[in-house]
């Protein structure tokens, strides 16, 4: 039901319109009536009407005064001017004011009725149009994340013109600014982590939806941050960040991740301006495939291994500092490079080797300990028979 309110300073006119309106068959309802300008600028305040019959002249306020005012207040009002004055200067200042018709006393029932008809038709198309804007508002805001990863897909893949890469940037609120940097995270080479999920029932969208979160969490700090997967299954992102910022940001965001999710990632952040987005992306994806597809730092590690596990005192933190690494960090891609923890890798070398030499030499199990880096015959038996099944006795009798 549309509402309507009626200002005319004659009570009579006011009065012949009401039943006028009301005998139309329209929905439409008469919200109130008004003898001045000021008292129809209240009942529009109050009633929030949808039209409003309109004297031109009125005390207090005359019509076009009105209209002014009510532009102000409630800008969706519609008005039909009805006058006893038949100038164009009337008319025309109407026109700017946006009235829908302008009517002449004595007023037509035809005319009226075929003016307040059209204005509902208006206003229908306007609250449906209306209604359509809100629901894709609605819409574009409940999905707007997933929209920008693909508008942020199609940008890096270059399916996009510099027209449509700003109308869509507009559309979905993408501000990026000058000093921006880009993120990409991976976690396909991850062992560890895989195994987790493997037990765990976690999916790979959990996971993702995990990764993306705490990341936004991480980055928070620099501003916007918009984040999304690329078709190779990596979190990507661009945020707001100085280059002099970035050099100590990639290893936090490393640990912080490691530490919450469990296993490894490969991270690269570069700085980037918005007209390089795609080549930025394109050479951060070459970094990180690289870099799953070899580890130098564990070939090298393996090399000190090779060389020195005969050491006793040889350790994790001698083998880091070795190759100019951390402990937890060497420690965090071997296991993911050679399935192992360090220990285990270490004990297998070791273990190795006592059986050549078991089988090569005659010297006793506790020289043969002592050769392969165990300072007692104790620990070299425990860590044997954990690895073999059998004692290092059981074993040598085995080969004879």
Request: with cysteine.
């Amino acid at each position: 039901m549309w509402k309507i309110v009626i200002a005319d300073d004659e009570p009579k006119i006011r009065q012949g319109l009401r039943e006028l309106v009301e005998s139309f068959e329209l929905p439409l309802k008469v919200c109130g009536e008004a003898k001045n300008g000021l008292e129809a600028l209240r009942l529009t305040q109050e009633e929030r009407p949808d039209m409003v019959l309109v004297d031109i002249c009125m005390p207090k306020l005359n019509g076009l005064q009105l209209l002014e005012r009510i532009r102000e207040v409630h800008p969706e009002c519609r008005t039909i001017i009805v006058s006893g004055y038949n100038e164009f200067t009337y008319a025309k200042e109407a026109l700017t004011l946006g009235v829908h018709s302008y009517i002449l006393k004595p007023v037509g029932e035809e005319e009226l009725y075929e003016a307040i008809r059209s204005l509902i038709e208006e206003l229908s198309r306007e609250r449906a149009k209306q209604r359509f804007i809100d629901l894709a508002n609605y819409q574009l805001e409940q999905h707007r994340e997933y929209l920008q990863g693909v508008f942020f897909n199609d940008w890096i893949e270059g399916r996009l013109s510099d027209s449509e890469r700003e109308g869509q940037k507009e559309l979905l609120s993408v501000d990026i600014g000058e000093e921006a940097a880009l993120i990409l995270v991976s976690t396909q080479n991850n062992r560890t982590l895989s195994l987790r999920m493997d037990e765990s029932h976690i999916s790979d969208n959990v996971y993702q939806f995990a990764l993306k979160n705490i990341l936004g969490e991480l980055l928070e700090k620099y501003g916007p941050v918009y984040l999304f997967m690329d078709r190779y299954q990596n979190v990507a992102g661009i945020f707001q960040g100085a280059d002099q910022e970035l050099r100590n940001l990639r290893r936090h965001v490393e640990e912080s991740l490691e530490q919450i999710l469990g296993g490894t990632c490969t991270i690269v952040i570069r700085s980037c301006i918005e007209a390089l987005f795609p080549e930025v992306y394109g050479e951060a994806l070459k970094e990180v495939q690289r870099a799953l597809e070899c580890r130098p730092v564990v070939t090298e590690a393996k090399r000190y291994l090779y060389e020195h596990f005969r050491d006793p005192d040889i350790d994790l933190n001698l083998v880091a500092r070795s190759i100019g690494i951390s402990p937890a960090y060497l420690s965090r891609l071997m296991k993911q490079e050679l399935g192992m923890p360090f220990k285990d890798f270490l004990t297998s070398l070791r273990i190795n080797e006592a059986i050549v030499l078991m089988r090569s030499t005659s010297r006793s199990i506790n020289e043969i300990a002592d050769m392969v880096g165990y300072k007692s015959q104790h620990y070299f038996s425990t860590a044997f028979k954990n690895s073999m099944g059998i004692s290092p006795s059981e074993h040598r009798k085995n080969i004879v």
